[in-house]
């Protein structure tokens, strides 16, 4: 056995990749139209932020039309239908929380969970990406930090009085996330990216969001280990 591992050189052209490709393809292309039309939603809720919300809204329009690039470099069709239910039940919980004012949660669905989640898979990705799409990716998770941050101020000066909500939303959706790492766990795979890898990134950046909203360390690992066991 070889003291240190070494990655095997990704055939981006072969039929395995490219059958794998269609679904991570389709689920970043999807979840940036999610994360737009969530951006969107937020302005009624949030009419203060409406300039700042559309700003961000239309910065993930453009990421979803660099994925979309990615796919056709590759001669890739993306499966939406497949991405599509991918996030339903965090799209559901999101459309629940916003028919119902909830702000907070939406935030944390959207400003926490789902830009965490594109974090981590960007980072894990960009190592193992086609030249073309690493150079979109790259530019891609500037962003993501700015969106990231834009949900910890707002949920970080109103810390004390949205606190009980956003563990209560955390209970219930970030469950979600281990079952859409396992769906996607074998395509990862096939694309160079351990489930691991993207398992361990999430936590680091989902932790650290959760600490720069307010919440101490204890509650952190209380919260970020909820429903692991079940993924």
Not at 81 to 110: D, M, P, R, W
Not at 159 to 183: G, I, T, Y
């Amino acid at each position: 056995m070889p003291d240190v591992a070494t990655t095997p050189t990704l055939d981006y052209t072969s039929e395995t990749y490219k059958d794998a490709y269609s679904r991570i393809n389709a689920i970043v292309i999807e979840g940036e139209q999610e994360a737009k039309d969530n951006y969107i939603h937020l302005i009624d809720l949030l009419p203060d932020s409406k300039d700042e919300l559309t700003r961000l809204s239309k910065m993930e329009a453009r990421h979803k039309k660099g994925f979309q690039a990615c796919g056709k470099n590759l001669n890739v069709t993306p499966d939406m239908e497949f991405a599509q239910e991918f996030f339903s039940e965090l799209h559901q919980n999101f459309q629940q929380a916003l028919a119902e004012g909830k702000v907070v949660t939406c935030l944390l669905i959207q400003a926490l969970i789902i830009e965490c989640f594109a974090i981590a898979a960007y980072n894990i990705y960009i190592p193992v990406a086609d030249p073309f799409a690493r150079k979109i990716t790259e530019g891609v998770v500037k962003d993501e930090y700015s969106h990231l941050n834009y949900g910890e101020e707002w949920l970080k000066a109103n810390f004390d009085s949205v606190k009980e909500e956003l563990e209560q939303a955390n209970k219930e959706n970030l469950p979600l996330v281990w079952k859409m790492l396992n769906k996607v766990a074998a395509d990862a795979e096939v694309l160079g990216m351990e489930k691991d890898a993207l398992v361990e990134d999430f936590m680091i950046a989902y932790g650290e969001a959760l600490s720069n909203v307010g919440f101490n360390t204890r509650e952190i690992m209380r919260m970020s280990a909820y429903g692991l066991r079940e993924g």
